[in-house]
């Protein structure tokens, strides 16, 4: 499939809109807030957001915007004044000018409270419009949860090859040596865990596939720095929202942090997408295509259970990200393109996925529109689960941000040189986050002995390998105390 095709075609419909189509250029801005306040509230309903006080940001800014008006009022009333003090003297009425002084002295008392309160009201209306979502797409279906997302398309169905009886990937795994938990914890704590031998070899056959298969679609290679600064973690959206998700550096996640106070990457957005921050793009330059290799620090907070056991769910996980910069006119095409790139991965493995569009109430803080892509993992049967058994664990999220981080970065490009700078649109898409991939293979690919085949894919990365075969135990632990064969 050709990276540029378009072949994602959304499948739901609903007889009514759920709110107000936009404009591909329309952003957050103060001024989109206060200008079309239905919209933005149409799309907190969609996302059922109740945490936005929509009715306090616009009193707050219609109490700004007349605090400003005074302000002007008040200074061209004492400028009035003061050209009057000379004349007034030179006239020789010292009483006037007197009374002209006090008056002038007055108002500049006046004028600096109503400065001091617009200020304060400035500050508070920044920080409360950096946790407004961003405004849905209008093709982003109704729904509550992942539940409600709508299914686009799915792959390698319908003559799939799983085992009958699977093996879940946590048990062969230490079954085969090849995971290790207990060690994990012992060095780093709970959601750690340790790839060895043709586990780890298999993760970075994976990682080099992966970066392969991206360069072939027209992407340049970032090795961005692992800390990100909090200026930056805010330009993606990450701060102030999920701060408690993060792994802070020198500090609780949850106290006061500075612009250049340091975190654990959460993902290569964040640097990636930064990296051009505050810049001016020439037309010339976009599309723009940058592909990054991470390893990934999440928090994951009160996350826990079967659904999470094993490396499903963990604090640290390799993931290699795509990030585009595009024209504002082209992001609803290349978000489509994006999820063909990201898919390529999955076809090329022969692994089965889904795509689905996800519903407003699941949909991500910064992003006006995204699709998931899942793979079938098939070990352990979960709710919302295909017919087929197992469950779908996401692989990658495509997501259109439109102006919505360009904003907050201060991203734009220049149409032509004459013109003035606009915003472009970001998107990104993990291609893939490695875990869930190491998941799916463990699971599909298992024998009845209990190896693995490796997908032939990857076996140019492996030396020609076709199977894992497992390793023997390390230590007197897996012998018995006091004893080694």
């Known amino acids: ?115 001091e309160r617009a200020d304060e009201l400035d500050d508070e209306l920044t920080e409360r419009l950096l946790e407004v979502p961003n405004v849905p797409h209008a093709d982003v279906p109704p729904g509550e949860d992942e539940s409600d997302n709508a299914e686009v398309r799915r792959e390698f169905f319908e003559d799939h090859d799983a085992p009958a009886d699977p093996i879940p990937h946590y048990d062969l795994g230490e079954d085969l040596n090849i995971l290790n938990f207990e060690r994990g914890a012992k060095v780093s704590g709970g959601g750690f865990y340790f790839l060895e031998g043709d586990g780890a070899r298999l993760e970075h056959a994976l990682i080099q596939f992966m970066l392969d298969i991206h360069r072939e679609q027209g992407y340049t290679d970032v090795f961005p720095p692992v800390p990100v600064s909090s200026r930056s973690m805010r330009g993606t959206g990450q701060l102030p929202k999920f701060n408690e998700d993060a792994y802070r550096v020198g500090g609780a996640e949850h106290d006061d942090y500075d612009d250049d106070d340091l975190w654990l990457c959460p993902t290569a957005e964040v640097p990636v997408t930064n990296m051009y921050r505050d810049e001016i793009l020439l037309d010339d330059d976009l599309p723009l295509k940058h592909q990054a290799y991470t390893p990934n620090f999440r928090r994951e907070a009160g996350e826990h259970g079967t659904e999470t056991r094993g490396i499903v769910r963990v604090h640290q996980f390799n993931k290699v990200e795509l990030v585009n910069f595009v024209r504002p006119e082209e992001s609803d095409d290349r978000l489509e393109a994006l999820v063909d790139e990201a898919t390529a991965v999955l076809d090329r493995l022969e692994l089965p996925y889904r795509v689905v569009t996800l519903c407003g109430g699941d949909l991500t803080f910064a992003s006006a529109k995204t699709y998931d892509v899942e793979v079938w993992a098939p070990a352990d049967d979960m709710d919302h689960g295909p017919e087929e058994g197992g469950r779908w664990l996401e692989v990658s999220s495509a997501s259109n941000f439109e102006t919505y981080q ?14 003035s700078a606009e915003y472009l649109h970001t998107l990104n898409a993990s291609g893939l986050a490695l875990p869930r991939v190491m998941v799916a293979v463990l699971e599909y690919y298992q024998n009845e002995d209990g190896t693995v085949t490796i997908p032939e894919a990857l076996r140019p990365y492996m030396d020609g390998q076709e199977r894992i075969e497992g390793h023997d135990p390390v230590g007197e632990s897996a012998v018995g105390a006091g004893e080694r064969e």
């Open 1 to 115: 499939m050709a990276s540029g095709e378009s072949t994602v075609t959304a499948s739901h419909t609903t007889d009514t809109p759920t709110f107000v189509p936009r404009k591909p250029s329309r952003m957050l801005s103060r001024r989109f807030v206060r200008e079309n306040p239905e919209v933005v509230r149409d799309g907190l309903d969609l996302r059922h957001n109740d945490d936005v006080d929509l009715d306090a940001i616009l009193d707050m800014d219609e109490e700004w915007r007349d605090l400003k008006a005074e302000g002007d009022d008040l200074r061209h009333r004492r400028n009035e004044i003061s050209s009057r003090i000379g004349e007034l003297k030179q006239e020789g009425k010292d009483d006037e000018a007197q009374e002209a002084i006090d008056r002038s002295q007055e108002l500049k008392a006046e004028i600096e409270r109503v400065e």
């Open 406 to 419: 360009a904003r907050r970065a201060g991203l734009r490009y220049r149409p032509e040189r004459h013109e």
